[in-house]
């Protein structure tokens, strides 16, 4: 636990488009105002202004998607994020406004609380030579796109050809991602804190390409064999990168964990439970 709460200094975010967020932005800005440093707050997704001003510990109000915006902006920095969820799901953010006020010094202070998530770096290459980079919290999803024929995908494991995938195209994960399109798409569920990585066809052509979960020092390469001509690399489903005939994705753990503040209010599969009603019998 911090020793001295009142030193704490905290930014709060909160996503813009969001109707609801500018309301519960003043409510939490008035209370934190009273129990810590508050550094800043405002209305917007870079955490770099949070990094500026000296934070130790960043609010972001919105939801999942709000959060993962912020996770991306903040770089190499190890700020941990407490999530506040004013969407639907809430995986990532997943304290309410109350719950948060009711557990403030123990979610800005106890470090207990703070889980260090795995990232993934991904590079795409073109032409032996770096094209685009970018972070992934949750997922790099390289998928067909338009005019929707199937791709075929080269996929590396560790240099090591490990299989040729035809159809939609294919999931690379973390743990964290999982419960993401990793899950829609029949992947496994796994918990955040295992070293790992997954990797999920996407409607493959075939009857023998499964979900694979590898180890979290991996390194994967996918090869765009045949492609259309808007398929794409997506991060998170918050940045994007078009893909042509012969680039290349490496897929890496990333040296940067993103650090999250969990409520202690739930264990870690109450939001599947809950949310999804996983392992609940029909009604």
Same mark, same amino acid.
């Given at each position: 636990?911090?020793?001295?709460?009142?030193?704490?200094?905290?930014?709060?975010?909160?996503?813009?488009?969001?109707?609801?967020?500018?309301?519960?932005?003043?409510?939490?800005?008035?209370?934190?105002?009273?129990?810590?440093?508050?550094?800043?707050?405002?209305?917007?997704?870079?955490?770099?202004?949070?990094?500026?001003?000296?934070?130790?510990?960043?609010?972001?109000?919105?939801?999942?998607?709000?959060?993962?915006?912020?996770?991306?902006?903040?770089?190499?920095?190890?700020?941990?994020?407490?999530?506040?969820?004013?969407?639907?799901?809430?995986?990532?953010?997943?304290?309410?406004?109350?719950?948060?006020?009711?557990?403030?010094?123990?979610?800005?202070?106890?470090?207990?609380?703070?889980?260090?998530?795995?990232?993934?770096?991904?590079?795409?290459?073109?032409?032996?030579?770096?094209?685009?980079?970018?972070?992934?919290?949750?997922?790099?999803?390289?998928?067909?796109?338009?005019?929707?024929?199937?791709? !075929?995908?080269?996929?590396?494991? %560790? @240099? =090591?050809?490990?299989?040729?995938?035809?159809? *939609?195209?294919?999931? #690379?994960? &973390?743990?964290?991602?999982?419960?993401?399109?990793?899950?829609?798409?029949?992947?496994?569920?796994?918990?955040?804190?295992?070293?790992?990585?997954?990797?999920?066809?996407?409607?493959?052509?075939?009857?023998?390409?499964?979900?694979?979960?590898?180890?979290?020092?991996?390194?994967?390469?996918?090869?765009?064999?045949?492609?259309?001509? !808007?398929?794409?690399?997506?991060? %998170? @489903? =918050?940045?994007?990168?078009?893909?042509?005939? *012969?680039?290349?994705? #490496?897929? &890496?753990?990333?040296?940067?964990?993103?650090?999250?503040?969990?409520?202690?209010?739930?264990?870690?599969?109450?939001?599947?439970?809950?949310?999804?009603?996983?392992?609940?019998?029909?009604?």
């Amino acid at each position: 636990m911090c020793d001295s709460i009142s030193d704490r200094r905290v930014f709060i975010l909160g996503n813009p488009e969001k109707g609801s967020v500018a309301l519960a932005l003043s409510e939490l800005e008035n209370f934190a105002s009273r129990r810590c440093r508050l550094v800043g707050a405002g209305l917007g997704l870079d955490a770099q202004v949070a990094v500026k001003a000296g934070a130790e510990v960043i609010i972001v109000l919105g939801g999942d998607g709000t959060l993962l915006g912020v996770a991306h902006s903040l770089g190499a920095e190890h700020i941990p994020l407490i999530g506040v969820n004013l969407g639907r799901l809430g995986f990532l953010a997943n304290f309410s406004v109350e719950e948060l006020k009711s557990h403030f010094d123990r979610a800005i202070g106890d470090a207990e609380l703070i889980e260090e998530r795995l990232q993934l770096d991904v590079n795409v290459f073109r032409e032996g030579h770096l094209h685009f980079t970018s972070r992934a919290v949750n997922d790099c999803v390289i998928q067909a796109g338009p005019p929707f024929r199937s791709i !075929e995908l080269s996929v590396f494991l %560790d @240099g =090591q050809r490990l299989t040729n995938i035809r159809g *939609d195209g294919v999931i #690379v994960c &973390t743990p964290t991602g999982s419960t993401a399109h990793n899950l829609s798409a029949g992947g496994p569920i796994v918990q955040a804190g295992v070293h790992a990585i997954l990797l999920t066809p996407l409607c493959p052509h075939s009857l023998t390409h499964k979900p694979l979960v590898v180890e979290y020092n991996s390194r994967i390469e996918i090869v765009a064999s045949k492609i259309n001509p !808007e398929s794409m690399a997506i991060i %998170d @489903g =918050q940045v994007s990168c078009s893909l042509e005939p *012969d680039d290349r994705t #490496v897929i &890496t753990r990333s040296a940067v964990l993103l650090r999250l503040v969990r409520n202690p209010l739930y264990p870690p599969w109450n939001k599947l439970v809950t949310k999804f009603r996983w392992g609940q019998s029909p009604e």
